[in-house]
């Protein structure tokens, strides 16, 4: 048997049924190995490392932030973690998207700062703050006021039962010269902070028991409650109040 033979034989049998190169000619069977070759080269060349979100990360991105004043290349930067990072436990996606619209309102843009805060919230997940509240300081920049009412009017009919929400609604208000409305969201934060001592006094107003509900409160949260209290205090002296009992517990806070 010639040479002919033999390799007509090879290539018989490199196109039995089941081998990825039959029917095809050793030539063809080259060039067939040749693009498989240069197509995994291709794929491994384009693969990227999902990273999974890290709390750390964001924190130490934000500090750079503050200090370059660069919060655009911030807010860029954890837009693209959070569409690509792999949420975890410690740092979901949701989060990843609000940290993200909180840069872009320090860098002056609403619209995008807007943007991160509806994603957050389409997101569904678990949050530091209610997204309705940035976006309602994103809504005020972009000059729609009524829309940014409607969220804080959404936030207070299904009642205020958060004081962080409480302080940045309040502060957000008084921003927007809402004083009055502003007052009421920090008596709120205030009353919040305290409501957890609610047994230790019979009867409201009481002087002696409000003190002792805000030692309760103090060792839980102290801050934040030392920082309604001012910035309640802060909106009565520009409405011309009197101080109340409630101004008079900031030196015990």
């Not at 039995?16 to 039959?22: C, F, K, L, M, Y």
Request: net charge negative.
């Amino acid at each position: 048997m010639g040479d002919d033979d033999n390799a007509a034989r090879r290539d018989a049998g490199a196109r039995e049924p089941g081998s990825p190169t039959a029917g095809y000619s050793r030539r063809s069977r080259s060039h067939y190995c040749v693009a498989v070759v240069r197509w995994i080269r291709h794929q491994l060349g384009t693969v990227e490392i999902v990273a999974a979100l890290s709390r750390d990360e964001f924190d130490a991105i934000e500090f750079d932030a503050a200090c370059s004043g660069d919060y655009q290349a911030a807010a860029k930067r954890m837009d693209t973690l959070a569409v690509t990072g792999t949420q975890t436990d410690s740092m979901p996606r949701a989060e990843a998207f609000l940290r993200a619209g909180e840069q872009w309102l320090l860098a002056d843009n609403p619209a995008e700062a807007a943007r991160g805060f509806r994603m957050a919230m389409a997101d569904g997940g678990p949050v530091f703050v209610d997204p309705r509240v940035p976006l309602a300081r994103a809504l005020f920049q972009l000059g729609s006021r009524s829309e940014a009412y409607e969220l804080i009017d959404k936030l207070k009919s299904e009642g205020r039962n958060d004081p962080r929400v409480c302080d940045l609604i309040a502060e957000l208000l008084v921003d927007c010269s809402d004083l009055r409305e502003a007052l009421a969201w920090a008596t709120a934060g205030v009353e919040l902070c305290l409501s957890g001592a609610a047994g230790a006094a019979d009867s409201q107003g009481d002087e002696a028991a409000t003190r002792a509900a805000l030692r309760y409160s103090a060792a839980d949260d102290q801050a934040e409650l030392r920082l309604l209290l001012s910035l309640r205090y802060r909106i009565r002296n520009d409405l011309g109040l009197p101080e109340d009992s409630y101004d008079g517990l900031l030196d015990d806070a």
